[in-house]
């Protein structure tokens, strides 16, 4: 039996902007391959992030940094393929946008040529303002990103909340409201108090998407694997799991294993 398809309305960098100006919550979930994009783009999601957390949780790193700009196009295309609805906005990958603006550029055309993908992220503020002004120039949508930004891991030595302290508050801010004026269509917030977040979210009129950000912000992203209860060692407080899907995948397998060795499976309606 088939299931027909929605009519689904595609959603563009516009659509997150007028979803803030009518008050519409955004929701965001990460994805690396098509299977499990296709359950989250048909589930409704708005914006499906192809992340640099890939490296941990498709490939087993420790940090986000081994992921290549190859391996982001691959992941980014499975995901491009299965999709409808939803915006598409992919990490750039440690390494493919810090050294230059042309390098920046050529890395965005990349993903942008041989995946398919709608948008690209990167992380920093200020100091990247020149790498995001030559991807836009290219006409290359940037979703941006700031606070606890996961590249620069061992120059903050610690995955700990930022911007606490007033000088590093008031660079956020000010790096946020750079990113509007340049031009980014969105921001992702990551990992800072709930109350600064709001202000940011307050004196800029593109979307904020936060991560560990309280809810003062436009929308939420998680990490798909955390919400579903795939990893059990990963329990930060921002996280709520909707499943928990280790339990029962492990369940499941196990009686599988235990079928198997009593010859229960398969049985005579399991065979030709």
Excluded: W
């Amino acid at each position: 039996m088939s299931v027909a398809k929605k009519d689904y309305k595609r959603i563009t960098t516009k659509s997150l902007i007028e979803m803030k100006a009518n008050g519409e919550k955004i929701s965001m979930l990460t994805a690396y391959d098509y299977t499990m994009a296709k359950i989250v783009d048909t589930a409704g999601i708005d914006v499906i992030l192809v992340g640099d957390s890939a490296s941990n949780v498709m490939a087993g790193h420790e940090t986000t940094l081994p992921i290549t700009l190859d391996q982001m196009i691959y992941h980014a295309s499975s995901v491009v393929r299965a999709i409808e609805r939803a915006l598409v906005v992919v990490d750039l990958p440690f390494g493919s946008y810090q050294s230059d603006p042309k390098e920046a550029l050529r890395s965005s055309i990349r993903i942008m040529k041989e995946s398919g993908g709608h948008a690209v992220k990167l992380e920093g503020g200020k100091e990247i303002k020149e790498s995001i002004k030559k991807i836009l120039n290219a006409g290359i949508p940037v979703m941006g990103h700031l606070g606890l930004t996961p590249q620069s891991i061992y120059k903050f030595g610690t995955y700990t909340v930022r911007a606490k302290e007033e000088e590093e508050a008031d660079k956020l801010v000010e790096d946020a409201k750079l990113l509007e004026r340049l031009g980014c269509f969105a921001l992702v917030l990551e990992k800072i108090p709930a109350h600064l977040a709001e202000k940011v979210a307050k004196s800029i009129s593109i979307p904020v998407i936060g991560i560990g950000a309280g809810g003062g912000v436009d929308g939420q992203v998680l990490v798909i694997h955390d919400m579903l209860g795939m990893n059990n060692e990963f329990s930060p407080r921002f996280l709520r799991r909707y499943m928990n899907l280790y339990e029962g995948m492990t369940t499941a397998i196990g009686q599988y294993v235990a079928d198997v060795k009593s010859s229960d499976f398969p049985n005579e309606k399991e065979q030709y």
